[in-house]
């Protein structure tokens, strides 16, 4: 997903506010190697989607992944390999 110019939008004395979403999902691998995912939350903040992390992975240390450009990353936990969050932000351009 690519922004754009807000300056386009101010010429023509239109208020844009950019709003983002965080949708979280949960995903677990087994000792089999079988991966169970959860439903995906919808969060509203990068505070939530931290909290969110350090409570479903235990207040342990994490890290952050992604490649360049992309919306989407995953979240894990150093030393489990266990678990993981696949996140993908989502741009909402409110109009007033």
């Known amino acids: ?6 300056d ?13 979403k965080y949708h979280v999902t949960k995903f677990f691998m087994n000792e089999n190697n079988q ?3 959860y439903p995906t939350e919808i969060l509203d903040s990068r505070n939530q989607v931290f909290e969110f992390a350090q409570d479903f992975f235990n207040n342990k240390k994490l890290y952050s992944t992604h ?5 989407e990353s995953y979240i894990k936990c150093v030393g489990d390999d266990s678990k993981m969050i696949h996140l993908s932000t989502k ?4 109009q007033k």
């Open 8 to 20: 386009k939008y101010l010429k023509y004395n239109v208020c844009v506010i950019l709003m983002f």
């Open 1 to 6: 997903m690519s922004l754009f110019k807000i």
């Open 35 to 37: 991966v169970t995912s």
């Open 91 to 94: 741009i909402q351009i409110l």
């Open 67 to 71: 490649e360049e450009g992309s919306n």
